[in-house]
């Protein structure tokens, strides 16, 4: 019996790419020339993990990170 299971992620720009990342399990990352294809790229990313815990008998992780903002944050640097 499959179960949905829902990951929040974070997508990041650097430069001229996109970084997707999930909070709750360090490691799996994403990246693509646009924020779709990062996401695209973490999701089989993701996949594959789950896919390797159930192979192993490992327990699958549940998501606890729930996204409460998104912003920036600016630091005096220097003297």
């Known amino acids: 019996m499959k179960v949905t299971r829902k990951y929040s992620i974070v997508v990041v720009k650097e ?5 997707a990342y999930i909070p709750d399990i360090p490691g799996i990352y994403g990246r693509g020339k ?3 294809k990062a996401k695209e790229d973490i999701r ?4 594959l993990y ?3 815990c159930l ?4 327990k699958v992780p549940v998501s606890s990170a729930k996204v409460v903002g998104i912003g920036t944050l600016s630091v005096a640097v220097g003297q």
């Open 55 to 58: 192979a192993d008998g490992d």
């Open 44 to 47: 089989q990313a993701l996949s």
């Open 15 to 19: 430069k001229k790419e996109y970084w």
């Open 34 to 36: 646009t924020a779709k």
């Open 50 to 52: 789950i896919e390797d």
